[in-house]
């Protein structure tokens, strides 16, 4: 089946979703992570599996193109990644030596990616780009694909490779019976999305880039707190962590992967009100929620006194691993912090940290009395992940993209005139590139009724 205006019409008649960057974001980022984690393994296993890594970096919603919501919202958090962990510790003992094991873990890494990602920017760049471009956000995340497959000349559309019995038995573990069937349907209607995005909507670029000019801009800077690069890195972290509970050590020392700010990333801001104007901290483990608060996350100033602040957990599960950290008055100028993770902090697996865990921070000094911190007006330096930046640029002619192989979708919709999609315009207002437009919106299905999806801590 060839892929036309017509398949992408039946394929998104759907309710508009409250949604976070886009699919082809996700792969990027789990790509980047893999490039820069430390950990040779780490780079060996994905380089070896990298259609499993990808395919597991859109699985979480592929989900919601389900009509059951929760089969895309379960695997976005750690109760789900973590049954699955535990299931390939049991089918193989030895499970990062073992090449059967090895599509397996690459696909845990991708589901990591993704979860993570979507906490990295949405605390961070979707919600400084709301504050900063005002337009409308329902089509940010589909203007996150369209500008890295236009802007940076991507074309990936993914082969399926992946595991349906054993994700269905994942559910199962969770006690939420998804059949294998589903998971299947679910994917390849995905990946039709993907498709659809990657092969039409790419051309769009600048009608949406008037939408979110910061946004197009940022995204990809290494500079930008919550940019893609910025999510890699903490992905990257995400991966050696997972690494190490897949060898059976689940102990806490080092569960926080990532923090805003770090040395890489200063706090760009003195306001706390703006939303890059807070901490935010990240686990390579869920957390107890019960053990999250202001007795074990603790803000202080040079002096060491505690600093009033509001501690957050930003959406998860029964087990969350983000925490936003929002100081209730202004940042002092050029003044040091620390925030102390302390030892009573408990992890899904029943395990504490042994000792405090702390990062210190210095804030800027603006250039003048009771301003802000200056823009950053240096160069972009090169990008983090040049690996992942290079692949994926051979695009098909466009006879082979117009007969890309879609597979059918999980529910037809209208056809065109039957119903509200005939009606639906992308900025650009031409028919086609609304069409197109719309098979962005595949990759949330009804993802408006999304658990906490959007709203910031």
């Known amino acids: 089946m060839g892929f036309t205006a017509a398949t992408v019409a039946g394929l998104v008649c759907a309710p508009r979703p409250a949604s976070a960057t886009g699919m082809q974001g996700h792969i990027f980022m789990a790509e980047c992570g893999s490039e820069r984690s430390a950990d040779p393994r780490v780079r060996a296993l994905v380089a070896a599996n990298a259609g499993s890594l990808v395919n597991g970096a859109f699985f979480p919603d592929s989900g919601y193109t389900a009509a059951d919501h929760d089969q895309g919202e379960i695997p976005h958090w750690e109760a789900y990644l973590d049954a699955y962990v535990k299931l390939v510790r049991e089918r193989y003992p030895t499970p990062l030596g073992d090449p059967k094991a090895a599509p397996h873990v690459a696909f845990i890494l991708g589901i990591a990616a993704h979860g993570i990602t979507d906490s990295t ?75 659809g995005v990657t092969n039409f909507l790419y051309k769009s670029a600048n009608s949406y880039g008037r ?23 903490v992905v990257g972290r995400y991966y050696e962590e997972l690494f190490r509970r897949l060898e059976g050590n689940v102990s806490a020392g080092r569960i926080l992967i990532g923090s805003y700010p770090d040395p890489e990333y200063p706090l760009v801001t ?59 008055s202004r940042w002092q100028a050029g003044a ?27 804030t800027c000094v603006p250039p003048t009395s009771g301003g802000d911190c200056a823009e950053i007006a240096s160069a972009a330096p090169p990008s983090a992940c040049p690996l992942t930046e290079a692949a994926h640029r051979d695009r098909p002619g466009p006879e082979a993209a117009a007969e890309d192989p879609a597979p059918p979708p999980s529910t ?46």
């Open 336 to 362: 040091k912090y620390t925030v102390t993770l302390t030892r009573e902090l408990v992890t899904l697996n029943r395990t504490s940290p042994s000792a405090d865990i702390q990062i210190a921070f210095t």
């Open 412 to 457: 037809p919709g209208p056809g065109p005139g039957t119903g509200s999609c005939a009606t639906l315009r992308g900025p650009g207002h031409s028919p086609l590139m609304a069409l197109a437009a719309l098979a962005g919106l595949l990759l949330a299905g009804a993802r408006s009724s999304r658990r906490g999806r959007r709203p910031r801590a």
């Open 121 to 195: 920017f949405d605390t961070l760049l979707y919600a400084r780009a709301e504050e900063v471009d005002r337009a409308p956000m329902d089509d940010f995340d589909m203007s996150m694909d369209i500008f890295l497959v236009g802007d940076r000349s991507r074309y990936l559309i993914p082969e399926l490779t992946f595991d349906p019995d054993t994700l269905s038995v994942v559910f199962d573990r969770v006690s939420h019976e998804v059949p294998a069937a589903n998971i299947s349907r679910a994917m390849g209607t995905a990946r039709s999305g993907i498709a």
């Open 211 to 233: 939408a979110y000019p910061w946004a197009r801009a940022h995204f990809l800077d290494a500079r930008t707190p919550g940019g893609y690069p910025f999510g890699a890195k």
């Open 270 to 328: 003195l306001d706390p009100a703006r939303a890059d104007g807070r901490v935010v901290l990240f686990f390579g483990h869920g957390l107890d929620r019960a053990s999250i608060g202001d007795r074990t996350v603790v803000l202080k100033d040079a002096t060491g006194a505690t600093v009033p602040a509001k501690i957050a957990i930003f959406r998860g599960d029964r087990w969350p691993n983000v925490i936003t950290v929002t100081p209730s």
